[in-house]
């Protein structure tokens, strides 16, 4: 059962100097209590992608075509006061590097139960209590440091908040935007192992959006590549690390220096990524590919199941 | 390719000479903002009112704003064909008393601003850069011109030294004005010191000068303008309400002066066309140098400017 | 620069017991009431041509130790020598020639370059300040200098303002301002943390291959010890201000000795790393009982720490040839 589907999506940015091609026909489902994760170097669009989904697009974003399915429903066709009822208590969401958004000048208890009474303003003064001590413990932070404020708090425990503010209403869904970047290692491992453990443990399904292979390698159960506003490769997490199909997925993993095994020598992909005001009218990837076939530069590379589960944009797709 | 053989010698040279140098460009962004080019074109309007005061006294001497007879007015009229904007209580005309006022603030306010921010801004980087001591002793410093009450402060000293003249007026709004622009500056030099391309610099083995004056100075200067524009509307203004108070200089003619007379001659109910003129001109010119700081802010700040797309 | 007879191999940087306290409030009536002692005692060596990689989380001390070596700061005890002399007894010219030798590459490619200049006028500022050469010799240096990074046609980039460049553009500037000078040393502290997977891999082939063309000595500051492995002859673990281990690269990578490597090592999220790790447990020794100021900094989070490691940390000691570690683990 697919809690989040996301069909052709296309959003494009409307600038001073042009059309921005944020977003091309993105298509991939997030099943219950599964962990998705996005994988793209910055520019790639996976954060226009998490904001189409929330419905908090800038005003000069168009989102041209396609649909995003909550359980059904056209996220896209819904009216802001409609998309206001759905977001948080369905569809929560840990922005990057939201632990310094906490608002410094109030008690993180507080900002909790706000996110809480905000969005479900009818429970009562001992449910709400009951209800943070349940967060807490889902975190994995001490109730008793609800009264501090933020700058008492660590950087994981301050991402640990706001986890727990994303969780206040019980959303079905969580979508953790680069949730480990700004965190020391150990921090990010014990915060990756926290939400593993609400995925297993409670039935969530969680999309991860990094820029980190590692982090999605370490977390998800399905992931997919995203280069140049595509996505260029989806499928199992140990399916792609294993098998990349994907020139820029090969040559991503390429990039990665290794912690065991041999020291092999990085082969990091030449050049930088299209200017997205002016995309290369085939294949976006196709002025950095190794593996250049004739149809490449004009055409649109079809999305192919290459193997089972495992589907790749490119035209030499068939394996 | 322009070949930086023209760029001549590098000197620690500060903002600037860099920004002389770009004039060019720097002046094609300026066009694109509409506000700045609202402000400016005000101020061209003010400029040529300024220039254009030389002219009425050449016509006719009866147009001199100061002492200027007409032999057939003399008391207030409004609006005729001799006199476009009518006559004051001696039968001057109000036409020519505008255009000179417009010539006295322009140099009063630039003047004042200009001198106070230039203090301000030594001062502010030299405490901040330098710290310890020095910043101590400056700030202290600051502060005590900071809480001199600035109006009673000239009207303690034009009253012992008999009337000031307008550079007199020049030098003590100077002087009073820069210790506030000092402490913003100070501020955000600290906080310059510390970003890493100062550091950089260090590491490269930069004397402090050159620190000061190519590093910090041009990151400083947008918010130099910026209070210097604050700075021309606040002299002008003080200027204004020491005239209007009778504490000004009492040879020139300035807007404030001019209110002065509206008031203290009864006519301030009587004579719209006396009185409305210099008070608008002073709110005018007020906005011209707001919106042209604004404006300063997108040239001198390149991180402003809505050039590239960064994704 | 071929090095010339007089200076010979061997240790180029030396660390002697560094401390370095900083103060958190102060007055001039009030004595300082609170401090951090961000390096506590630290001690190492980098030897001539290699690449020393200092590797810790926020906060170990990691980057205080770079600073400290390019002079922008003064230990609070302890000597930091480069060359054999102490830095601190470096005046005017002899400072000035260190300042040719000695370079740094900042972390934040948005902040490193001032915004008012243009590439050329940050690249070539060194040369001005060490007034070397002509307007046109100091020119050439630039143009050879940016394409020496990958900037080509230097003549594209020269006349651009650094928000018109991308993060990875901007660090190589950084890179190329670092190696104008040709210096001898160069500290990178954090050089890639801030930029995508295949620009990080780029740079870091980037500054093997200076490292090699120009003879440098590179110490290597970074969280990240899969790339501290690909780029490093040497890691160093500091940890809270404190050494926690020491070694040939492989030697650390392989068989790491303190307990806190070893969490670091299970922590690093790789991509070859699936399965679920649950993390070690804490101390079994009593938390509430307050630690001495000499305890080893890791006590809390180890594994195997008993109570002796509450009373002192373990000195630095030879456990393997030329492979330290400060635990008690390695004593008898």
Sequence with gaps: MNVLEVKDLTVQYLTSRGRVHAVERISWELRQAEALGIVGESGCGKTTVAMAIMGLLPSNAEVVEGKILLEGRDLLLLDPEEMRTIRWKKIAMVFQAAMNALNPVHRVGDQILEAMIAHDGELSEKEVQRRLEELCAMVGLDPRRMKDYPHQFSGGMRQRAVIAMALACRPTMLIADEPTTALDVMVADQILGQLRRLQVEMGLAILYISHDISVIARSCDRMGVMYAGQLVELGETDDILDHPLHPYTRGLMKSYPKLRGPKTKLEPIPGEPPNLMDPPPGCRFCPRCPDKGASCPTERPPWIQAMEGHWVLCHKGEV | MASSRDRGKEKPLGGGAHFLRHLGENWAIYRKNRMGMGGLGLLVLFGLMALASFVPPLLDPMYHPMNGMDPEIDTSTGPSARHLLGTDFMGRDILSQLLTGARVALLIGVSAAFMAVAIGTMVGMVAGYFGGIVDTLLMRLADIVMVLPGLLVILILSSVAGQLSIWNLVLIIALLKWAGVSRIIRSQTLSLKVRPYVEAARVAGASHTRIMFRHMLPNVLPLSFLYMTFGVTSAILIEASLSFLGFGDPSTVSWGMMLQWVWKTGHMFKAPYWLLPPGICISLITLAFYLIGRAMDEVLNPRLRKEVLEQ | ?332
């Design chain 3, 1 to 332: 620069m071929i090095p010339t007879e007089t200076e010979e191999r061997g240790p180029i940087v030396v660390f002697d017991e560094v401390v370095k306290v900083y103060r958190t409030t102060q007055s001039l009536l009030r004595k300082s009431t609170g401090e951090v002692r961000a390096l506590d005692g630290v001690s190492f060596t980098i030897q001539k041509g290699e690449i020393f990689a200092l590797v810790g989380e926020s906060g170990s001390g990691k980057t205080t130790c770079g600073r400290l070596l390019v002079h922008l700061e003064s230990p609070s005890s302890g000597r930091v020598l480069f060359q054999g002399q102490d830095l601190a007894s470096l005046r005017g010219r002899s400072l000035k020639e260190f300042r040719r030798k000695v370079q740094m590459i900042f972390q934040d490619p948005y902040q490193s370059l001032n915004p008012q200049l243009t590439v050329f006028q940050t690249v070539v500022e060194p040369l001005l300040v060490q007034r070397w050469g002509s307007h046109e010799e100091r020119e050439e240096r630039v143009v050879e200098a940016l394409e020496e990074v990958g900037l080509r046609p230097a003549g594209d980039f020269m006349f651009r303002y650094p928000h018109q460049l991308s993060g990875g553009q901007r660090q190589r500037v950084a890179i190329a301002r670092a190696m104008i000078l040709e210096p001898q040393l160069v500290v990178a502290d954090e050089p890639v943390s801030m930029l995508d997977a295949s620009i990080q891999a780029q740079l870091l082939n980037m500054l093997l291959e200076l490292k090699e063309r120009h003879s440098l000595t590179l110490l290597f500051i970074t969280h990240d010890l899969a790339s501290a492995r690909y780029l490093a002859d040497r890691i160093c673990v500091i940890y809270k201000g404190r050494i926690m281990e020491q070694g040939p690269t492989d030697l650390v990578i392989e068989n790491p000795l303190h307990p806190y490597t070893r969490a670091l090592l299970r922590a690093v999220p790789t991509v070859d790393r699936r399965k679920e790790e649950l993390p070690p447990p804490a101390c079994p020794v009593d938390l509430l009982l307050v630690p001495k100021a000499a305890a080893c900094p890791f006590y809390s989070r180890c594994p195997d720490c008993t109570s002796r490691c509450m009373e002192k940390e373990a000195p630095l000691a030879e456990v393997e040839k030329d492979h330290y570690s400060a635990c008690f683990l390695h004593y008898g």
